[in-house]
């Protein structure tokens, strides 16, 4: 019987051949399956930049893909309002802080990188929320208290300070009560 080895997979560390049979080894080396088994398993799972997605995600979609964007178009993803608010920095910009909101934030982070021969952008914090739109308006009006400047979306100020107000933040909090009086923190 001749087994067709997914390319995907031939390239993997975690497969290996023995006694005339293909296997995934976990990379825990805890257990190991027969290698069209665990392929036959991976066909519902959708992967992200090699980054799983779970089956409750709103935008799931079996298969294998570099970016959301190859999965969805932007109106799909732009109507899930689930997903993260992030900080990213660049250390060409060492006071400059950008904070924003995506389904994804390491997927948005590649984004990034295609703009930058350094691929020098790096996440520093990131909050989930049921609604990113809402928690990213939230950040901005409580980050611009403390900024010296601010510049749409990119903020002059401390790192420890945006870090801090990352950590405060509370989904629940405000998506039971709303924004406050000014739509900052408390």
């Known amino acids: 019987m001749t087994v067709k ?6 390239r993997s560390n975690n497969i290996e051949f023995d006694n005339g049979e293909w296997w995934y080894v976990a990379p825990n080396r805890r257990y190991r399956q027969r290698l069209d088994t665990h392929a036959e398993k991976n066909t519902t799972r959708m992967f992200v930049n090699g980054k799983y997605i779970p089956k409750s995600h709103p935008l799931h979609k079996p298969g294998r893909y570099k970016s959301l964007d190859d999965a969805w178009s932007h109106q799909q993803i732009n109507s899930v309002p689930q997903g993260e608010v992030y900080a990213i920095i660049n250390k060409a910009w060492p006071e400059w802080v950008k904070i924003g909101c995506a389904s994804d934030s390491e997927d948005r ?17 990131t909050i989930q929320t049921v609604d990113r739109r809402k928690a990213e308006t939230i950040m901005h009006r409580t980050l611009e208290q403390y900024a010296t400047e601010r510049r749409n979306e990119w903020f002059k100020m401390d790192i420890d300070k945006v870090k801090e107000m990352f950590y405060h933040y509370d989904d629940a909090v405000v998506n039971t009560w709303g924004m406050t009086e000014k739509g900052v923190i408390l």
Not at 109 to 125: A, H, K, W
Request: charged share 15%; aromatic share 18%; hydrophobic share 25%.
């Open 5 to 10: 080895i997914d390319t995907n997979y031939a």
């Open 109 to 125: 982070l590649n984004g990034y990188q295609t703009s930058s021969p350094f691929r020098d952008y790096e996440i520093v914090c």
